[in-house]
T-cell receptor
C-alpha cells in the first residue's frame, strides 16, 4: 500500500518568514495530493490540493509543488502569520483502482508562528 | 446543510464496556471513513465504506466494527473498550464516483474518547 512520510514534525518560524513542509509518497499510482490544516481542538480542513497533471498550484499565501519523478510534494506558506499556527497534514490518494478515494496521511507537522 | 455530524463529543468508558460512535452526513457522499488521531501518529484509518452495504478495513481495524445500512449513517462500534482505544475519533465523507474531480474529504467535529 501507500506510505506517506512528512517532515519536519515540528517547525517554528518568525512572523513574516516562509515555512516549507515536505512529503514523500511510495505508490507511483497516487495522483491526488491534498493538504489539511488542523487548528487546536478543531477538525482537519482542506486548504489546498494538487493533482498529478499539475506541477504547482497557488492560493494567495500558500502554494503546493509536486515532483512526480521524485515522488515528493511540498507545502509553502509565505508571509506567515500567527493564525497559521496549526498542525498540517499531507495526504495521497488514487482516483482509480481498488483503493479509490482512500486517503493516506502523513504524521503531521506542528507549525508555530512567533509574533 | 449540516455537513458531517458526530455524537457524542466526549465519552468516558470503563475497560470492557461497549459503545457506538455515531456519524451522519447530509451531502449524499458515497465514501465515509473513520480515523483515530493520537499524538504524533497523525490520522490513522480504522474502517471505510464506499457505499451502503460495503465496508472495508483500514490500517487499525482491530477492536472496532462498522456497518453501512444507509448512505447517510456510518456508526463505529467498540465491542469491548480498552485503554489503548483512548483517542480522538474523526468521521469523514467525500464524493466517490469515478470522474468526480473534487475528492475533498469533509471531517466531522470529532469524538474524544477516554477508556479507564
Amino acid at each position: 500500500g501507500e506510505n506517506v512520510e512528512q517532515h519536519p514534525s515540528t517547525l517554528s518560524v518568525q512572523e513574516g518568514d516562509s515555512a516549507v513542509i515536505k512529503c514523500t509518497y511510495s505508490d507511483s499510482a497516487s495522483n491526488y495530493f491534498p493538504w489539511y490544516k488542523q487548528e487546536l481542538g478543531k477538525r482537519p480542513q482542506l486548504i489546498i490540493d494538487i493533482r498529478s497533471n499539475v506541477g504547482e498550484k497557488k492560493d494567495q499565501r500558500i502554494a503546493v509543488t509536486l515532483n512526480k519523478t521524485a515522488k515528493h510534494f511540498s507545502l509553502h506558506i509565505t508571509e506567515t502569520q500567527p493564525e497559521d499556527s496549526a498542525v498540517y497534514f499531507c495526504a495521497a490518494s488514487k482516483r482509480r483502482g481498488s483503493t479509490l478515494g482512500r486517503l493516506y496521511f502523513g504524521r503531521g507537522t506542528q507549525l508555530t508562528v512567533w509574533p | 446543510n449540516a455537513g458531517v455530524t458526530q455524537t457524542p463529543k466526549f465519552q468516558v468508558l470503563k475497560t470492557g464496556q461497549s459503545m457506538t460512535l455515531q456519524c451522519a452526513q447530509d451531502m449524499n457522499h458515497e465514501y465515509m471513513s473513520w480515523y483515530r488521531q493520537d499524538p504524533g501518529m497523525g490520522l490513522r484509518l480504522i474502517h471505510y465504506s464506499v457505499g451502503a452495504g460495503i465496508t472495508d478495513q483500514g490500517e487499525v481495524p482491530n477492536g472496532y466494527n462498522v456497518s453501512r445500512s444507509t448512505t447517510e449513517d456510518f456508526p463505529l462500534r467498540l465491542l469491548s473498550a480498552a485503554p489503548s482505544q483512548t483517542s480522538v475519533y474523526f468521521c469523514a465523507s467525500s464524493p466517490f464516483l469515478a470522474g468526480v474531480e473534487d475528492n475533498e474529504q469533509f471531517f466531522g467535529p470529532g469524538t474524544r474518547l477516554t477508556v479507564l
